[in-house]
């Protein structure tokens, strides 16, 4: 009787050693389709590596015999099956035959692929650098508004994605480079082009890399690279002095009168100033995210898109009073968006433009309102580092410890609390001597 488990041991007509190949038949009961027949399909097994392929043929479940892989019975059904199975098996034994002459490695996959009737896998072209981003930004894409798939981190692959062809097309003079090119050397180039030709700055620059370093990850993890670079070249960063608005230069912002235009700037850059909200999170923020505990008071508690990490903290006046000033906007009536929000390129725009405006000599941008809320308006006015961390958002308190590092007015008003202390204790012990004296 033929075997339907069909394993056997082999001599390659050109390598010494033995294989092991295993074919068998599976009827999927738990997936009925039409008429209460299953689908079959074929397992094929070479050396502990397994590919299944479905064979668009169906089996009634109660004529199947799992053991003999076979159907029971002399319906037409039942030797129509038989037969089918029996060509499949003729069919890809033949396959496998054939790779045995052709010298091709006899792998489940090449198999699978010329059965299926697809090039063989080693005829498949590895993708370029540039084809994979792209390919990761396509897919990056779809996952938007997922766990850590904002619309602004896809937008900042696209930017990289942009340097890094430009690079490309500087320096070796192609529109794209296989694999074969990415390595140490690469590395270096591509971070003097960014510094010299592009003018980024240190910091911006480990970003961009570590930004094409996810494809180059991705490429070494799917083959198509021998050798990682990146486990010669080490990314750095150097540590930036985080910049804040004073309490004056706020107040100059708040007293600016300025058209509609920069007036919703203004009035988004005020509110992340005084919530802390980065500008990611900002313009997804709805009237949903907004709570009123028993006493009244109202609640901002959300997620970040970019790392998942739930923030809250509270409504402040300036940003409860943007809250009802853009109660009528469309934006709020058709998105229940809290503000009508702008894109981040011309966002930063209008600051400029409000810097100007207001005589104020630093560089305005969406970041700067979130270290603004970290140190003047919580830090300094003496908030506990542990609570304006979870205002936030941050996973780890080290990462709001940076903003910490020398507040000159949190030093103030602690050192004054401690002298006035040892003043009041002073003046008591004085005072304490003096009746002993009297006595």
């Keep these: 009787m033929l075997k339907y488990i069909y394993k056997q041991k082999l001599n390659d007509f050109s390598m010494k050693k033995q294989e092991t190949y295993a074919v068998r038949f599976v009827v999927r009961k738990s997936k009925v389709a039409q008429n209460e027949k299953s689908p079959l399909s074929v397992r094929v097994t070479i050396n502990a590596q397994r590919v299944e392929m479905s064979l668009g043929w169906y089996v009634t479940e ?28 003729f069919r890809l034994t033949d396959i496998r035959q054939r790779l045995l002459i052709e010298g091709k490695d006899v792998t489940a996959d090449f198999i699978k692929a010329r059965y299926k009737g697809l090039p063989d896998p080693d005829e498949i072209p590895n993708p370029t650098i540039i084809e994979l981003y792209d390919e990761h930004n396509r897919k990056f894409h779809e996952l938007i508004g997922t766990n850590k798939h904002s619309i602004s981190t896809y937008n900042r692959h696209l930017t990289s994605r942009g340097h890094l062809e430009k690079f490309i097309q500087k320096v070796y003079g192609k529109a794209d480079l296989s694999f074969e090119f990415i390595d140490f050397k690469f590395l270096n180039e591509y971070e003097h082009y960014l510094k010299s030709v592009r003018k980024c700055n240190h910091n911006s620059t480990m970003k961009y890399i570590k930004n094409a ?18 486990s010669r070249f080490k990314l750095s960063y150097e540590t930036v002095k985080r910049e804040a608005l004073t309490e004056k230069e706020i107040q100059r912002i708040v007293a600016l009168d300025v058209d509609e235009r920069l007036d919703r700037v203004k009035d988004c850059f005020l509110f992340s100033i005084y919530s802390g909200i980065p ?63 702008i894109t981040n390129q011309r966002y930063n725009a209008y600051l400029k433009e409000i810097a100007t405006l207001a005589k104020i000599n630093k560089n305005l941008t969406t970041h700067l309102a979130r270290h603004t809320f970290a140190t ?39 050192m004054k609390k401690l002298m006035d202390k040892n003043e009041q204790d002073d003046t008591l ?3 304490n001597n003096q009746k002993g004296n009297k006595k």
Excluded at 214 to 228: S, T
Excluded at 289 to 303: A, F, T
Excluded at 380 to 409: C, F
């Design 279 to 341: 500008f990611g999170d900002l313009e997804t923020l709805t009237m949903d995210d907004i709570h009123e505990d028993k006493g009244g008071n109202l609640w901002i508690s959300k997620s970040r898109n970019k790392t998942d990490v739930e923030f809250i903290t509270p409504v402040l006046p300036i940003p409860l009073s943007l809250i009802k000033k853009y109660e009528s906007h469309p934006k709020r009536i058709i998105n229940n968006l809290v503000l009508p929000v």
């Design 429 to 431: 012990n004085i005072e």
């Design 213 to 230: 370093g996810k494809i180059i990850n991705l490429a070494f993890a799917e083959g198509y690279l021998d050798r990682n670079p990146f």
């Design 376 to 414: 003047t308006v919580t830090l300094d006015n003496g908030i506990p580092i542990e609570i304006v961390s979870k205002m936030l958002g941050h996973r780890d308190i080290k990462t709001t410890q940076i903003y910490a590092q020398v507040q000159q007015k949190a030093i103030f008003f602690s």
């Design 62 to 89: 109660s004529i199947w015999d799992e053991k003999m892989q076979r159907c029971t019975g002399s319906t037409r059904e039942a030797k129509g099956t038989n037969g089918f199975i029996d060509a499949t098996t």
